[in-house]
C-alpha cells in the first residue's frame, strides 16, 4: 500500500463510555448511555434500533455535530470535537443547494477551501462520472430523480476523501429497484475506497446485504442489545441469503428490534 493509499484508507471509530443527551435538568434526553464500541478502519458497520433510539445522534457524533455529555468520541485516536472533511455525512434529506448544479454541489467543499476551480471541477466531473452521472453535470437537483440527487450527495461527501463514511437512512425515500441499485454503488465505493462506513438504517434485509457487523440498540436511552458479525462474502447471493446461518442472523436482529420497539425484555442468548 503506497503512502497516500494509506492516508486515505478508513479511520477507526471508538466510543469510550459516551453518553449523548440533549438538554439540562429536567428537560434533559439522554439518548445513548455509556457506549463502548471500537469500529475497525474500513469496517463496513450498520447500526439498527427503534426509531428515536438514537441512531442518528450517534452518528452526529462521529461527525463532530454533538459532543457526548461523558466519555469520549474518537476517530483516529483524536477527540471529533467539530466536523471536518475526514469524515462525509449523508443523509436521507436533500441538502444539495438548489440553486446550484450538480457539479458546483459536489465542487462545494474544495471551493471553501480554496482549491482553484479547474482542479475542484475537474474532481467534481470525475466523481459525478464515477456516480453514474455523467452528462448531468448542468443540471439542477430539481432535474435530477431522488436516486441521481443521492449520488450526487455521496459524490459531495466523497470528493473532500473522507476517511469514515456516514450514511443516515440514505435511501430509505427511494423504490425498492434504485435502493438496491445504490447499495451496490455503496459496497463498491467502500470497496474501491478501503473507507470506514457507518450506516443507520432501519431495514434488516438492507443491514444484512451490507454489513460486516451490524449493531443493534435498545430503545432510549439505548444500550448495545446485540453486536454481530455478518462474516460473508460478498456479492451476498441469494444462495447465502437463503442459508440457514444467514436467516438465523436475520432472524435474531428482527426479534431484538421489534423487542427493542415494544419495550420487551431481551429474550434471546
Ligand atoms: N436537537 C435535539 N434536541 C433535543 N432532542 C433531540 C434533538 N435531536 C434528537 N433529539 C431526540 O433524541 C432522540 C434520538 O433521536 P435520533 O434522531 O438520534 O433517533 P433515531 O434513532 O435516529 O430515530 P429515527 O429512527 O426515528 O430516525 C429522540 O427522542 C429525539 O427526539
Same mark, same amino acid.
Given at each position: 500500500m ?9 479511520a ?16 434533559r434526553i ?15 458497520f450498520?447500526i439498527?434500533g427503534?426509531?428515536?433510539?438514537g ?7 462521529i461527525?463532530?455535530?454533538?459532543r ?14 467539530e ?14 443547494f438548489?440553486?446550484?448544479t450538480? /457539479? ?5 467543499? *474544495?471551493?471553501?477551501?480554496? @482549491?482553484? !476551480? ?7 466531473? $470525475? ?14 437537483p ?9 449520488r ?34 455503496v459496497l463498491?465505493?467502500?470497496q ?33 442489545r446485540?453486536? /454481530? ?5 460478498? *456479492?451476498?447471493?441469494?444462495? @447465502?441469503? !437463503? ?5 438465523a442472523?436475520? $432472524? ?8 427493542g420497539?415494544?419495550?420487551?425484555k431481551?429474550?434471546?442468548?
Open positions: 503506497s503512502a497516500r493509499e494509506h492516508d486515505l484508507a478508513g477507526r471509530v471508538q466510543f469510550q463510555n459516551a453518553t449523548l443527551a440533549f438538554g439540562h435538568g429536567t428537560r439522554e439518548t445513548v448511555h455509556d457506549l463502548t464500541l471500537d469500529i475497525a478502519p474500513a469496517e463496513f450498520c439498527v427503534p426509531s428515536g433510539c441512531k442518528s445522534t450517534l452518528l452526529k457524533a461527525a463532530g455535530y454533538h457526548p455529555e461523558r466519555g469520549e468520541v474518537l476517530v483516529d485516536g483524536r477527540p471529533s470535537k466536523p471536518g472533511p475526514d469524515r462525509g455525512m449523508v443523509s436521507q434529506q436533500h441538502t444539495l438548489p440553486w446550484r450538480a /457539479l458546483d454541489n459536489v465542487a462545494f467543499g *474544495p471551493k471553501m477551501r480554496g @482549491i482553484p !476551480a479547474p482542479e475542484r471541477q475537474e474532481a467534481a466531473a $470525475r466523481l459525478l462520472g464515477e456516480m453514474g452521472l455523467s452528462g448531468f453535470e448542468r443540471s439542477y430539481s432535474q435530477l430523480s431522488g436516486g441521481m440527487q443521492q450526487v450527495e455521496i459524490a459531495r461527501a466523497l470528493i473532500n476523501e473522507p476517511k469514515v463514511l456516514l450514511l443516515d437512512e440514505p435511501f430509505s425515500a427511494l423504490d425498492a429497484e434504485t435502493r438496491r441499485v445504490m447499495q451496490e454503488l463498491s465505493i467502500w474501491t475506497r478501503k473507507l470506514t462506513v457507518v450506516f443507520v438504517t432501519h431495514d434488516i434485509d438492507e443491514a444484512m446485504f451490507l454489513a460486516d457487523r451490524i449493531l443493534v440498540l435498545s430503545r432510549r436511552p439505548s444500550e448495545v446485540a453486536d /454481530l458479525p455478518v462474516a460473508y462474502e460478498r *456479492p451476498r447471493t441469494l444462495d @447465502i441469503a !437463503a442459508s440457514a446461518d444467514f436467516v442472523i436475520k $432472524r435474531r436482529c428482527l426479534e431484538l428490534v421489534r423487542e420497539s415494544s419495550g420487551g431481551f429474550a434471546l442468548g
